[in-house]
Structures are given as structure tokens and as C-alpha cells.
């Protein structure tokens, strides 16, 4: 089994560069209140940015995270947007503090912070979102090929719960199902939440 630090995100961050904005995008802009001015969203593990970029044409500032670069060469695409794309080249598991924000978003990417990065991280996210903000992430389970892996945050349901004790759930899809990494087979168990944190 390869650790995670030998995949190689670089290459997976190329192959998805060109993929459409996901649906929830939208959906977490629309329960923080729509387009406009003034709203930040953070984008963790932002990979080639095609959600960072879609919040950046809905007007929004994101403060992208990432260890790969591939965001990075994509920034020009501030100039044709009304939002922007701050991109941090950073492992978010080791930062001390995010920026306030009014979504807090990440898609794929949590559970690769590890167990204890995640552990980390997760309250200092929580802290950064407003009260009344919202929270898109996806959060692997127990039925998920990497839950052999000691490198890869994956979570019993009652764990997801109280990530989530502070939050009114709006939203939760659950993905259980063989699927494809983008180097083999996997049996893909993400557990999406949208969810409004409590004032
Ligand atoms: C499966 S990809 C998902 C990328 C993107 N969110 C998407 O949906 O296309 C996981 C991403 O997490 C990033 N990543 C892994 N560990 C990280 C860490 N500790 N801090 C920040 N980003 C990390 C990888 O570089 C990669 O871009």
C-alpha cells in the first residue's frame, strides 16, 4: 500500500482541471445568501480550483488551500471574475488559524489531512465560519477502501455526528458504491453534509 505522500496530486489535480463545478457549489452559496459582495468561502484541498473558481464568479473572495500547486497557474482567471481566488500553498492541517468565512467548503479532500490532522483542523475550522454559516464537505466512512490506511481520515457515523454537534444539518448524501480512483478501483463510502452552523 502507498502512503498517501506518494500520490501524486500534481497529476490527479491535471486530469480533473477541465471538470464542471459540482452541484453543491451552488447550493452552499444559495443557503449563505446568494451572490454579492463581501462573502468568503475557504476551499480546503481546492485541487485544480474548478469549485474555488465557480464561488470566484459568483462574486466571492475563497481562500484556496492546497500542498500542490496546480491552483496556482490558474489565478490569472481573477481578472475575468468578479470574485477572487486567494490561493494559500499551505497544509491546512498545520494551520493555526483560517480566515473568517460564510462557507466553508471542501470536496474529496478532508480525509486526506489523516486522523489526526482532521482532529486538528476541524475546530479551527469550525471557529472560522460565522455563526449562521455554512459548512459543504464530504467526510469518508467506515466502508471506504482507504479505512485500511493510516494516512486517511475515515469516520464511524457516530463520529460524523459530533463533527457536526454545533451545525443544523440541511443536507446529507451518502456515496457507497464501487467506484474508480483516478489510478485503479476503490469502493468509494463519502458522506456529504451541508449544514448551517448555530448561531
Ligand atoms: C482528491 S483531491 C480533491 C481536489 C478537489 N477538491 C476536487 O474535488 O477536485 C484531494 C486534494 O487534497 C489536497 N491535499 C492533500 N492533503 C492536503 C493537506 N494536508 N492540506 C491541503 N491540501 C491537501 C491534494 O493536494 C489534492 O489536491
Given at each position: 500500500m502507498n502512503s498517501l505522500a506518494t500520490i501524486d496530486w500534481a497529476a490527479y489535480n491535471a486530469s480533473a482541471a477541465g471538470r464542471p463545478a459540482r452541484r453543491i457549489v451552488t447550493r452552499a452559496i444559495l443557503a449563505a445568501g446568494g451572490e454579492g459582495s463581501g462573502k468568503v468561502a475557504l476551499d480546503i484541498g481546492?485541487?485544480?480550483g474548478a469549485d474555488s473558481l465557480e464561488f470566484a464568479r459568483r462574486g466571492w473572495t475563497v481562500h484556496a488551500y492546497d500542498i500542490d500547486e496546480t491552483l496556482s497557474h490558474r489565478l490569472i482567471e481573477n481578472r475575468r471574475m468578479s470574485g477572487e481566488v486567494v490561493f494559500h500553498h499551505a497544509d491546512a492541517s498545520l494551520e493555526d488559524s483560517f480566515p473568517r468565512a460564510d462557507v466553508i467548503y471542501s470536496s474529496?479532500?478532508?480525509?486526506?489531512?489523516?486522523p489526526e490532522g482532521l482532529e486538528r483542523a476541524w475546530p479551527r475550522l469550525v471557529d472560522a465560519l460565522r455563526p449562521g454559516g455554512i459548512m459543504a464537505v464530504d467526510l469518508f466512512g467506515e466502508q471506504d477502501t482507504w479505512a485500511e490506511r493510516p494516512d486517511v481520515a475515515t469516520l464511524s457515523t457516530a463520529q460524523i455526528s459530533s463533527m457536526f454537534s454545533r451545525f443544523q444539518i440541511l443536507e446529507r448524501e451518502v456515496r457507497d458504491e464501487d467506484g474508480r480512483f483516478f489510478d485503479g478501483k476503490k469502493h468509494w463510502h463519502v458522506i456529504t453534509t451541508l449544514a448551517r452552523k448555530r448561531a
Open positions: 481546492a485541487g485544480a474529496d479532500a478532508l480525509p486526506m489531512l489523516g
